[in-house]
């Protein structure tokens, strides 16, 4: 089967986390992105969905709900799995835990340049918080079985929106409460030994000193924990965090908190040290396609 270029672009979008200002320029955007670690397999991703379009236009899919289209497909799929999951014991087991206590977060904290830190978060947190409960395996063991259940496209497994959104119709503020229940075995497993800058629900900052301190780190399951070792270097109106291993030795870069309308020049005065494109300068706003007048910077056309 031929594969055919993309059409819902606004979809797939919306799975990936992408900011696509202008249309017409889609694959131009997709090269800048492929260039951070974040969206470093967005190619691979864009093929998949791709196939999948095909597939759900000449009605080669063995369960699509009737759906017309891709966000009718996906929507009747992360619809199917909420139901699942809000009827399933594991949930109900849930939302009768008389035991769980009510924890401090503390959601924001400023980041300071030249402090090393270490982030412990856990993996798909959603997920695990529900899992806990699922004394008889109803769920299955990996959130990919989970899936399994429902026939679940394997680009849709690889999309943390939908994720989101599927757990999101499944009392998220209680999901939190428990992840926060949660994170406290790792409060209490490091808080001696190191200082504690942040705690949200789903994830603990520490600081440390030398790489050599990190080994106690190194022990946790990384199929419940991940691990992020960073320093933060402050740019303009957002940051340029770096990423180590263990040994401090350098992995990638990545920009955080960079305003959306600003990405693509950010990108690459920041990141790819890259000239400028005219493309890198258009924005959206109130649904309209805008530039930045910036008669400062040097473009190529």
Request: charged residues 30%; aromatic residues 6%.
């Given at each position: 089967m031929v594969v055919e270029k993309i059409k819902d672009i606004k979809s797939f979008s919306k799975m990936f986390g992408l900011n696509i200002p202008y249309y017409e320029h889609f694959d131009y955007y997709v090269e800048q992105l492929a260039k951070t670690e974040r969206h470093k397999d967005i190619k691979e991703l864009l093929l998949m969905f791709?196939?999948?379009?095909s597939e759900l236009t000449h009605s080669l899919l063995p369960n699509s709900f009737g759906a017309k289209d891709m966000y009718e497909f996906r929507m009747s799929m992360m619809k199917e799995v909420s139901k699942f999951?809000?009827?399933s014991h594991p949930y109900m087991e849930m939302t009768l835990d008389k035991n769980l206590l009510t924890l401090p977060s503390n959601r924001n904290f400023t980041y300071q340049e030249g402090v090393k830190y270490v982030s412990v978060d856990m993996v798909q947190a959603n997920w695990n918080s529900i899992k806990k409960y699922d004394q008889f395996n109803a769920l299955g063991e990996t959130y990919n079985d989970l899936l399994d259940k429902f026939d679940f496209p394997?680009?849709?497994?690889?999309?943390?929106?939908?994720?989101?959104?599927?757990f999101g119709n499944v009392n998220p503020a209680l999901q939190q409460k428990v992840e926060r229940?949660?994170?406290?075995e790792i409060v209490r497993q490091f808080s001696d030994d190191f200082d504690i800058e942040c705690v949200r629900h789903d994830e603990v900052i520490f600081t440390f000193d030398d790489y050599s301190d990190l080994a106690p780190f190194l022990e946790l399951d990384s199929n419940k924990w991940r691990l992020k070792i960073f320093t933060v270097e402050r740019k303009m109106d957002s940051k340029l965090n770096t990423i180590y291993n263990h040994n401090g030795e350098e992995l990638y870069k990545e920009l955080?908190?960079?305003p959306g309308n600003l990405f693509y020049m950010r990108l690459k005065?920041?990141?790819?040290?890259?000239?400028?494109d005219i493309r890198d300068l258009y924005f959206r706003i109130d649904g309209k396609l805008a530039i930045w007048n910036t008669p400062d910077l040097k473009i190529e056309i």
């Open positions: 791709t196939e999948l379009e999951l809000k009827e394997e680009v849709f497994r690889r999309s943390k929106s939908m994720r989101q959104f599927i229940n949660m994170m406290q955080v908190g960079v005065q920041h990141l790819t040290g890259e000239k400028l």
